[in-house]
């Protein structure tokens, strides 16, 4: 080979050299561990009180780290571990007082189990969204729902429903990927209700399901630190109004 050929070979090898170099960050950056916890925020309902909880559990040991819509996931021997993890929580209850919670999170089914404070947790974890039920001092049972981010990311605003049936109203709103979850306790009766849903700007919108059956659709808007809106139950044809505020 001429002395030319190699010097071009040697000019070309430099340059892609050079750009892999720079699209790597100079072949000095290290992947990016996880963080050691996650946090999940939402709130809790049953026909006596609400409030907001707030988990930590050790990241690696969620089967999928991210929200829904997320692009952060891991692989690996952190998401095949299947044994119990120590897990902790705060549970602040509207006009009332804050208790800490201690427990585990099994990595095999990904179930939690919380207690303190006279309250009791179970829930199970999936695709960014842990809920479940829970009994407070009183032996009342009621639902709760968190979702991960923190508690800047995810805004809960605490409220009531009224129409042809009236209670707690609850939602956790994801600013991160526009993800609302929540929960409902109708009073008189005690019937958990799953609120899903997503915001576009300040409206929020979604549907709501009844642990004893019947579900329908809501929507509501979000001024300042307030919220409302409305509600339809399709299989009845009840209707009412939803207003709240964002959880103290």
Same mark, same amino acid.
């Given at each position: 080979m001429s002395t030319m050929g190699l010097a071009v070979r040697a000019v070309v090898g430099a340059i892609l050299t050079g750009t892999v170099l720079s699209a790597c960050g100079g072949g000095s950056s290290t992947p990016t561990a996880p963080p050691a916890s996650t946090t999940l925020v939402g709130v809790v309902a049953d026909s006596t009180e609400s409030g907001v909880l707030t988990i930590t559990i050790p990241t690696a040991s969620l089967s999928v780290v991210g929200p829904v819509g997320s692009d952060v996931h891991f692989s690996g021997a952190a998401l095949s571990a299947t044994s119990p993890v120590s897990v902790s929580a705060t549970l602040a209850i509207q006009g009332g007082a804050t208790f800490s919670l201690t427990g585990t999170y099994d990595t095999g089914t990904h179930t939690l189990s919380l207690s303190g404070g006279g309250y009791s947790f179970t829930g199970t974890y999936s695709n960014g969204v842990l809920s479940g039920t829970f009994t407070n001092? @009183?032996? *009342?049972?009621?639902?709760? &729902?968190?979702? =991960?981010? =923190? &508690? =800047? @990311? *995810? *805004? +809960? $605003?605490?409220?009531?429903? %009224?129409? +042809?049936? @009236?209670? $707690?109203? %609850? *939602? +956790?709103? %994801?600013s991160t990927n526009s993800m609302v979850t929540g929960v409902a306790n109708e009073t008189s009766s005690g019937t958990m209700i799953a609120i899903t849903g997503t915001a576009s700007g300040s409206s929020l919108s979604g549907t709501f399901t009844g642990t004893q059956g019947g579900g329908g659709t809501w929507s509501a808007t979000v001024s300042g630190t307030g919220v409302s809106g409305t509600w339809h139950n399709t299989t009845s044809g009840n209707s009412g109004t939803i207003t709240g505020a964002k959880c103290s």
């Open positions: 001092p @009183s032996g *009342v049972t009621g639902g709760f &729902t968190t979702q =991960s981010g =923190s &508690t =800047s @990311s *995810v *805004v +809960a $605003y605490c409220g009531t429903f %009224n129409g +042809a049936g @009236s209670g $707690y109203w %609850n *939602v +956790a709103v %994801n």
